[in-house]
Nanobody, 124 residues
């Protein structure tokens, strides 16, 4: 599976962005697709994930209620709508694919495939 993330940009606090992750390859629908982010000097941080069905989504406490993940298996695409952006959301955002058990869904080492990252910069 190859992943391509896009949609980042530079915005003001309170603005919105929509990130997309497009996958090539087989069995896309069988993977958990997660978003992680990494700010300069910080470790990679779990943002959210979606299991096979969009009814099963998971978010970090820092983004819950502001970010929404959806997936379209027919288009091999996962999107993350980010509303109410804050300066602390500034980071490179990565999408990743894997098959973690639920208790490990936030663990980046559980994901096999990674996109190249897209920069999100939020200014105050």
């Amino acid at each position: 599976v190859q992943l391509q993330a896009s949609g980042g940009g530079s915005v003001q606090a309170g603005d919105s962005l929509r990130l997309s992750c497009v996958a090539s390859g087989d069995s896309f629908g069988s993977y958990v697709i997660a978003w992680f982010r990494q700010a300069p000097g910080k470790e990679r941080e779990f943002v959210g994930a979606v299991r096979r069905s969009t009814s099963s989504t998971y978010y970090s406490d820092s983004v819950r209620g502001r970010f929404t993940i959806s997936r379209d298996n027919s288009k091999n695409t996962v999107q993350m709508q980010m509303n109410g952006l804050k300066p602390e959301d500034t980071a490179v955002y990565f999408c990743a694919a894997g098959r973690p058990i639920l208790s490990a869904i936030t663990t980046h080492s559980m994901y096999y495939y990674w996109g190249q990252g897209t920069q999100v910069t939020v200014s105050s």
